[in-house]
């Protein structure tokens, strides 16, 4: 197959696997066969899929961007959406990190969503919550052309300072014409992790992403325990390994050796989480340089995962005055 067209970063990483895939349904059932749930469980479903369409960067207005939306319909005709949100780096990286708000029963929930619009965390809960206030409007409104909006109300569970709506209407129409009657919604990370992470051996481990209040999708514990097993995530290591795409041919081949990217291993997980412990338990003795040196580093929005293990190892190094 001729190829003259490569594609570069989180999108073009997206696009290589998408023309990967279109057309096999054999790649499109193992790639879903690969995600795995915030319950630990997998796709019930995958097994009757019979055709999956892709639909590449659609916005939901003030619901987010979705970087991949894959639509997979049964034998029986019963359809599925998924929302796919991609990251060129691991979960943990890509995730916004949380505290518990006393205010709101310690709920782990963004103190702001200004600056955290691009955290795979908070984009998968916004995305969860679009889909709650579509079911709403559904049960409230005969008419199915009306704007999708939140409530105040539900914002505020969500300690959120916009009353989010949809009013998109040629993708309103589209979506209503289309996917009124989906069976079910899913909201998937897809990662530059380690394929170890989600292997049955470490599902119980901190390395499972879903097993951290401090990075869950923020929609509150209550729904968590309801919808647990309507979020999930897969990784590019993983797709590898289980033959849906291939470094060694194919466009993810040509993507894959122009980005230079790997995976981490255990090792650097465990050094990630022992840098952080070491940075939150000596920031107080910085001097003044250091303090600027690191705000400066952490307002850089993109940086290579092996640059950023860089910095982590030389903020090790400082010696404290």
Known sequence: MSREVVYYGERGILNSIVLDTQGDIAKQKQFLRTIVLGDKS???????????KYFVDPCFDQFGKVDLIIEATTKRNDKYILFVIVKFTSYGYSALKMTQLKEIDNEYLPKSYKSS????????AVL????????NTLEECECINSIIIESPEVSKIYNDDM?????????????NNNFKNVKDYYFVALTNDSKQIIENKNLKSEYFPFNREEVLPPITKKQWEIDSNKFGITTFDT???????????????DSCELMMFRPPTIADYKKERESHRLVTINSDKWNKNQEILYNLLKDVKVLDADFKLFVKDFMETIEYE
């Open 42 to 52: 997998k796709l019930e479903w995958v097994d009757d899929v019979e055709m999956v």
């Open 117 to 124: 619009g691009d955290n795979v965390n908070v984009q998968l």
């Open 128 to 135: 969860y919550r679009f889909i709650q206030a579509y079911k």
């Open 163 to 175: 009353v989010r709506q949809f009013e998109n209407w040629t993708m309103l129409e589209y979506w």
């Open 239 to 253: 797709l590898v390994d289980k033959n849906v795409i291939s470094k060694d041919t194919g466009y993810y081949k």
